[in-house]
């Protein structure tokens, strides 16, 4: 039986095959080349991907406002008070709401991508809230923290491990065999984490922020959160 050497036939066919297709998930992507090639790839954002989340952001923002309006019997949304538990539902349901829109008329491919950056906002809403909810609760039942700095730095602490922590829960979830690139911790999502800290800030009931209101900040941030997530692709 004859053997054929392809490799010596063809000597530069095994370097055009180096880098994986855009939508080959039998890779680690740890080359950046292959990691801009990716990118390179992905469809741009276009004006009625961003009309369909936004759609989707507002609707699912709005929709468990009046809930909660119903239940603290408020006719004015300025007016609610939120604890974690509906800051958590005000996150988790427009980011629901931006994704589901977004993912209308879309491909397979994109729908995947739409659903892991909705896990990440989520998380990246979420996470950090709570931490810092328990944090806040320890200070409060400890006699040398449970003052203004004290307060203060178990806030700044709590938002940077659960900020970095919701990143890497994301990536476990959405991908567990790690055979994609990981959704890294950019600028843009640290300023959008200013949900977390007006919440909490809520939540802290410090003197001075009490009396500016900061919850009714709440929906447009967490609105924006599920905006970003139902447009990207």
Same mark, same amino acid.
């Given at each position: 039986m004859t053997v054929y050497n392809i490799n010596f036939k063809y000597p530069t066919l095994e370097l055009m095959d180096t880098y994986p297709e855009y939508g080959d998930k039998n890779y680690r992507g740890k080359s950046s080349f292959s990691i801009k090639r990716h990118r390179a790839l992905e469809r741009d954002v276009t004006n009625n991907d961003k009309l369909k989340a936004g759609l989707g952001a507002i609707a699912g923002t709005v929709i468990p406002m009046l809930y909660l309006m119903k239940k603290q019997k408020v006719k004015n949304?300025?007016?609610?008070?939120?604890?974690?538990?509906?800051?958590?539902?005000?996150?988790?349901?427009?980011?629901?709401?931006?994704?589901?829109?977004?993912?209308?008329?879309?491909?397979?491919?994109?729908?995947?991508?739409?659903?892991?950056? =909705?896990?990440?906002?989520?998380?990246?809403?979420?996470?950090?809230?709570?931490?810092?909810?328990?944090?806040?609760?320890?200070?409060?039942?400890?006699?040398?923290?449970?003052?203004?700095? =004290?307060?203060?730095?178990?806030?700044?602490?709590?938002?940077?491990?659960?900020?970095?922590?919701?990143?890497?829960?994301?990536?476990?979830?959405?991908?567990?065999?790690?055979?994609?690139?990981?959704?890294?911790?950019?600028?843009?999502?640290?300023?959008?984490?200013?949900?977390?800290?007006?919440?909490?800030?809520?939540?802290?009931?410090?003197?001075?922020?009490d009396k500016l209101h900061l919850e009714k900040l709440l929906p447009f941030i967490y609105t924006y959160c599920g905006y970003r997530a139902g447009k990207s692709n």
């Open positions: 949304p300025f007016k609610l008070k939120y604890n974690l538990s509906d800051m958590v539902l005000l996150s988790g349901t427009s980011v629901i709401g931006g994704v589901c829109t977004g993912m209308i008329g879309e491909n397979k491919s994109t729908r995947q991508n739409k659903v892991r950056e =909705g896990v990440f906002q989520f998380l990246n809403a979420a996470v950090p809230t709570w931490i810092v909810g328990g944090v806040l609760k320890l200070c409060e039942e400890s006699k040398n923290f449970n003052n203004l700095p =004290g307060k203060m730095l178990s806030i700044a602490g709590g938002l940077l491990v659960g900020m970095y922590g919701s990143a890497s829960i994301s990536n476990l979830i959405c991908d567990p065999y790690d055979k994609r690139p990981d959704r890294k911790l950019t600028l843009l999502d640290c300023i959008a984490n200013i949900d977390d800290a007006v919440g909490v800030l809520v939540l802290a009931k410090f003197p001075l922020i």
